[in-house]
């Protein structure tokens, strides 16, 4: 039998040590986002949105007459997972769908003045939610991370 560190009566009322993963930049990211995420996904349900139907809704805002292809690449997904959602938001009024004049085969995505007004408003929210979480940084402090995880998500498109 292999013999072991410590027995589990050992480690009862010790405080768990994660002496890698702390210093491991996607652990601390996954982290901070296991916050942060379940917060967005409340405040979002309220307006009947979803954190990826919110993230769908405010791409095609602000870029209206987007199509999909680009939807997709802008958020990391595969187009065929993007008609449910799509569908989903121009069936709430909340996107038109028109063809691209161009190309019959492809369509136009803009927010509707009711989408714009969700959008802005649930988006507000999310602030004030991640300031509950993200608060005790000092204001250059989050500055500093929106600019360093700019650099990073830039770093891949390259």
């Known amino acids: 039998m292999p013999q072991l560190d410590e027995s589990p009566d050992d480690r009862v009322g010790q405080n ?3 002496t890698v993963l702390g210093d491991l930049i996607g652990y601390r990211l996954k982290r901070a986002y296991m916050q942060i995420q379940p917060v967005a996904q409340q405040v979002l349900a309220e307006d009947g ?10 791409i095609i805002t602000d870029n209206p007459g987007i199509v999909q292809t680009e939807l ?8 065929s997972n993007l008609v449910v959602i799509i569908d989903e938001l121009e069936q709430s009024g909340f996107i038109a769908r028109k063809k691209v004049p161009t190309d019959r085969r492809r ?9 714009r007004r969700l959008r802005d408003r649930a988006a ?4 004030q939610a991640e300031d509950r979480i993200v608060g ?3 204001k250059e402090d989050r500055i500093r991370l929106l600019a360093v995880l700019e650099r990073l998500e830039d770093q891949r498109t390259r």
């Open 124 to 127: 507000e929210k999310i602030r």
């Open 49 to 58: 949105l979803r954190v990826v139907s919110f993230s769908c809704l405010s």
């Open 136 to 138: 005790c940084l000092e």
């Open 72 to 79: 997709a690449a802008a958020l990391q997904m595969e187009r």
């Open 16 to 18: 768990v040590e994660d």
């Open 107 to 115: 369509y136009a995505l803009t927010a509707t003045l009711r989408g």
